[in-house]
């Protein structure tokens, strides 16, 4: 508070007017800020020189007690709308402000580095399927293969180093060794396109199956597998036209290449791969090294390679031994609950399969992509009861006349309906017998046994 | 009790037109106060504020500002009424006591006020064989307790300043009186022009402003007590009187460049004056801090001294 010249105080004090005091009810009036305007200033012009007058007014000021509680109950009605809780409540809204900006600026960097990572994936597919083999062990395949169903983010990042790793000119041969090897020229027109994912996945055949499940792992990896590589239902039958055209020789060829490309797929995209428990010692080389083999082997027996051109990085000491080595092949369990599950880890982890509620149904075959576990917990259960697995051949059998089929252990599925001359498989399924990938017999509750000996394509009653 | 004023034509009007309504809502009827009656009172109300070229409108705004029921409950109890007296009594005294407590800030001084005043408000004196009470002149422009507290407040200053012109040898010993600097002479002593500089920038200054001036430099009262007094929020009467000390300033350094002084000689003339120094000799010696809250409590304990013996006695 600035201080008056001492002049002016003593000028003030000396204005005392000689005027009569103005009574009790006047003062007692201006104190109540009742009086007119005229008579308030008449009043104040009086307090203003009396020093007299103005003592009695503050003494007779009501009880501060009376004011306060009034300040009380005004603050408490304007509590909330007082500068002081404005001013804080301002600065509060702005650092929270500030902070969701951040946190949503965060956000979406993060998420652009995921697309830019996919959209590098995309535009270099063998990236996916050609391994850097760094030296360390890898993790589990069905880890890898729960990874691929449950976070496809963090195979991202998975993908995104594997592609720093790995040398590009590596990764160019791999790719066209990959696609050449389902159907040369075909696939080798279909691989130079960037998408290489997509095409992957409806380029047909065998190894167009494999490399829809490669793509499809690897692209559910790289967080856009739903969307960047579904199964076409225009190019998968001829997929499995094609499998199941094949020869007994080719198709026993293809077998356990079925479930090396499986593995493959599922451990393209994790960092490094795991052999399976069964397998023999595999040695690893630069992927150049791998791809060149692969490619000069393809040349020489395409059919028989072609998995193992998916597999894309695995590459043995020999190449004759690549068809006995055996990779982790799933295997399948039905819970006390009826579901259907499967296992890469020789039963470590059991990851909840359910084919029925993945894909809509067309014509008499359907395909179901497990493109995630939430898809899957989030259709309705059905019962299983009885399931059969041949290598990638996976029958499951259960309530209601429930049937399906899949080729590559599990990715895709088939619902199949056994009939003969018009008359189909009725009640459930209590036994699915497989001795192969061909011959196979199914029970059911209403005593009906079901044989079929060329893959489900044709069924006998018995 | 008659008007002893005669009021205008509109303002009768006004009165005779508005009473029946302002008397059934004042209640005089159970005081035994007519309607006729309370005419009277408000004519002798109106006769005492009312200019006497006020117009009818003005005439029905004052009327109707009146606290009215608790004017004939005044007027009830100056009478002699005991119904009156009985709902005086019983929502006035308490806080009659409370009020007198806070003014004298003592016990049986305030008891001592108090009893007074009841004594007045009764009528113990007498004029022309007939008992005058204070409440008759109630005037209902405020309200009754305001007033009572008021009228107390009137009281206690008029026994202070009796007591202050009666304070004994012993007691300005006590006080230090012979220690004080003498009174400062009147302003011959001072710059002719800062004076009619100050002046003239205190005349232009608004009579709110100048209150506000003289309750907080010269009164001591807190920026609270001013507040309080003019109705307005504490925070205001800060700003204002920062604004004041400022254009003061300015507007006598102005003033006396005007009259021929260059700024630098009116501002040590504001700054440095032989009084100023008087004043802070003074204040040393009388051990007076410049808070004003205990400027006014030093007042209090100061009529307490001199109360509480007299009582005691």
């Keep these: 508070?600035?201080?008056?010249?001492?002049?002016?105080?003593?000028?003030?004090?000396?204005?005392?007017?000689?005027?009569?005091?103005?009574?009790?009810?006047?003062?007692?009036?201006?104190?109540?800020?009742?009086?007119?305007?005229?008579?308030?200033?008449?009043?104040?012009?009086?307090?203003?020189?009396?020093?007299?007058?103005?003592?009695?007014?503050?003494?007779?000021?009501?009880?501060?007690?009376?004011?306060?509680?009034?300040?009380?109950?005004?603050?408490?009605?304007?509590?909330?709308?007082?500068?002081?809780?404005?001013?804080?409540?301002?600065?509060?809204?702005?650092?929270?402000?500030i902070a969701s900006f951040g946190i949503l600026q965060y956000r979406q960097r993060q998420k652009g580095e995921i697309l830019s990572s996919n959209l590098s994936a995309r535009n270099e597919p063998a990236s996916s399927a050609v391994q850097a083999l760094p030296a360390s062990p890898a993790p589990p395949l069905a880890r890898s293969e729960s990874r691929n169903i449950i976070l496809p983010a963090q195979n991202d990042k998975q993908a995104e180093k594997k592609k720093q790793a790995e040398p590009p000119g590596g990764l160019q041969s791999s790719a066209t060794a990959d696609f050449s090897i389902a159907q040369p020229a075909r696939a080798l027109n279909r691989a130079a396109p960037a998408a290489g994912a997509a095409h992957g996945a409806t380029s047909g055949g065998v190894a167009g199956g494999n490399a829809g499940g490669n793509f499809l792992g690897s692209g559910s990896g790289a967080g856009v597998a739903p969307k960047a590589a579904p199964p076409s239902p225009s190019n998968t039958p001829a997929a499995q036209g094609e499998l199941k055209n094949a020869t007994p020789e080719e198709t026993a060829k293809l077998e356990p290449s079925l479930a090396r490309g499986q593995a493959g797929a599922v451990s393209s995209a994790a960092p490094t791969i795991e052999a399976a428990p069964q397998s023999e010692v595999v040695t690893v080389t630069t992927e150049r090294q791998a791809a060149d083999q692969v490619i000069e082997s393809q040349k020489e027996q395409p059919s028989q390679y072609q998995s193992s051109a998916t597999l894309g990085v695995v590459e043995a000491k020999d190449v004759a031994t690549l068809s006995q080595l055996e990779l982790a092949t799933p295997r399948w369990s039905i819970s006390a609950e009826g579901t259907l599950q499967r296992t890469f880890d020789g039963g470590k982890t059991w990851v909840e399969v359910n084919p029925g509620s993945v894909a809509s149904k067309v014509g008499n075959t359907h395909n179901f992509a497990m493109k995630n576990k939430a898809a899957v917990q989030g259709n309705p259960r059905q019962v299983f009861r009885a399931v059969s697995a041949a290598g990638a051949e996976v029958w499951a059998g259960g309530s209601a006349a429930m049937l399906y089929h899949s080729t590559d252990s599990g990715l895709h599925w088939a619902r199949v309906v056994p009939s003969e001359s018009g008359a189909a498989l009725t009640g459930d399924i209590t036994s699915v017998e497989f001795s192969d990938s061909q011959h196979g017999r199914i029970a059911t509750s209403a005593s009906e046994v079901w044989i079929t000996a060329d893959d489900g394509k044709t069924w006998h009653r018995q | 009790?008659?008007?002893?004023?005669?009021?205008?034509?509109?303002?009768?009007?006004?009165?005779?037109?508005?009473?029946?309504?302002?008397?059934?809502?004042?209640?005089?009827?159970?005081?035994?106060?007519?309607?006729?009656?309370?005419?009277?009172?408000?004519?002798?109300?109106?006769?005492?504020?009312?200019?006497?070229?006020?117009?009818?409108?003005?005439?029905?705004?004052?009327?109707?500002?009146?606290?009215?029921?608790?004017?004939?409950?005044?007027?009830?109890?100056?009478?002699?009424?005991?119904?009156?007296?009985?709902?005086?009594?019983?929502?006035?005294?308490?806080?009659?006591?409370?009020?007198?407590?806070?003014?004298?800030?003592?016990?049986?001084?305030?008891?001592?006020?108090?009893?007074?005043?009841?004594?007045?408000?009764?009528?113990?004196?007498?004029?022309?064989?007939?008992?005058?009470?204070?409440?008759?002149?109630?005037?209902?422009?405020?309200?009754?307790?305001?007033?009572?507290?008021?009228?107390?407040?009137?009281?206690?200053?008029?026994?202070?300043?009796?007591?202050?012109?009666?304070?004994?040898?012993?007691?300005?010993?006590?006080?230090?009186?012979?220690?004080?600097?003498?009174?400062?002479?009147?302003?011959?002593?001072?710059?002719?022009?800062?004076?009619?500089?100050?002046?003239?920038?205190?005349?232009?200054?608004?009579?709110?402003?100048?209150?506000?001036?003289?309750?907080?430099?010269?009164?001591?009262?807190?920026?609270?007590?001013?507040?309080?007094?003019?109705?307005?929020?504490?925070?205001?009467?800060?700003?204002?009187?920062?604004?004041?000390?400022?254009?003061?300033?300015?507007?006598?350094?102005?003033?006396?460049?005007?009259?021929?002084?260059?700024?630098?000689?009116?501002?040590?003339?504001?700054?440095?004056?032989?009084?100023?120094?008087?004043?802070?000799?003074?204040?040393?010696?009388?051990?007076?801090?410049?808070?004003?809250?205990?400027?006014?409590?030093?007042?209090?304990?100061?009529?307490?001294?001199?109360?509480?013996?007299?009582?005691k006695s």
């Design chain 2, 1 to 311: 009790m008659s008007a002893t004023k005669t009021i205008s034509a509109p303002v009768q009007s006004s009165v005779t037109e508005l009473a029946g309504e302002l008397h059934a809502k004042s209640g005089g009827e159970k005081f035994g106060i007519t309607c006729e009656g309370f005419a009277a009172i408000l004519c002798d109300v109106a006769a005492k504020y009312l200019p006497e070229t006020g117009n009818e409108a003005e005439a029905r705004a004052f009327l109707q500002s009146l606290r009215v029921e608790e004017l004939v409950l005044a007027r009830a109890c100056a009478n002699g009424d005991n119904s009156a007296w009985e709902i005086f009594l019983t929502r006035y005294r308490e806080k009659l006591y409370q009020a007198a407590l806070r003014i004298a800030r003592e016990d049986s001084a305030a008891r001592e006020l108090a009893d007074g005043l009841y004594a007045e408000l009764y009528g113990v004196n007498t004029r022309e064989g007939e008992r005058v009470s204070k409440l008759a002149s109630f005037t209902g422009r405020g309200s009754l307790e305001g007033w009572l507290r008021t009228v107390l407040a009137q009281e206690f200053v008029n026994r202070y300043r009796r007591t202050k012109r009666l304070v004994s040898l012993d007691e300005e010993i006590e006080e230090g009186a012979q220690f004080a600097a003498r009174e400062p002479e009147a302003s011959s002593s001072g710059d002719s022009r800062l004076e009619s500089c100050t002046d003239e920038a205190l005349a232009a200054l608004s009579s709110e402003d100048r209150l506000v001036l003289a309750a907080y430099y010269l009164d001591g009262r807190t920026l609270a007590e001013v507040a309080r007094m003019t109705g307005v929020h504490e925070s205001t009467i800060s700003r204002k009187l920062d604004k004041l000390a400022k254009s003061l300033r300015k507007k006598i350094v102005a003033g006396m460049m005007r009259l021929g002084v260059d700024r630098r000689a009116a501002e040590e003339a504001l700054e440095v004056d032989v009084r100023d120094l008087q004043v802070n000799i003074r204040r040393s010696l009388g051990q007076e801090p410049p808070g004003a809250a205990f400027l006014e409590k030093k007042d209090g304990l100061r009529l307490q001294q001199k109360i509480a013996p007299r009582a």
């Design chain 1, 1 to 97: 508070m600035q201080d008056v010249p001492k002049i002016v105080l003593k000028r003030l004090q000396g204005t005392k007017g000689a005027e009569a005091h103005p009574d009790a009810d006047l003062l007692t009036a201006f104190a109540e800020q009742s009086l007119g305007e005229s008579e308030r200033t008449g009043v104040m012009e009086h307090l203003a020189r009396c020093n007299d007058c103005r003592e009695v007014v503050a003494l007779a000021l009501p009880a501060n007690e009376a004011v306060a509680v009034s300040d009380t109950s005004r603050s408490s009605r304007g509590g909330w709308f007082r500068w002081p809780v404005l001013r804080w409540s301002v600065a509060i809204a702005g650092i929270i402000a």
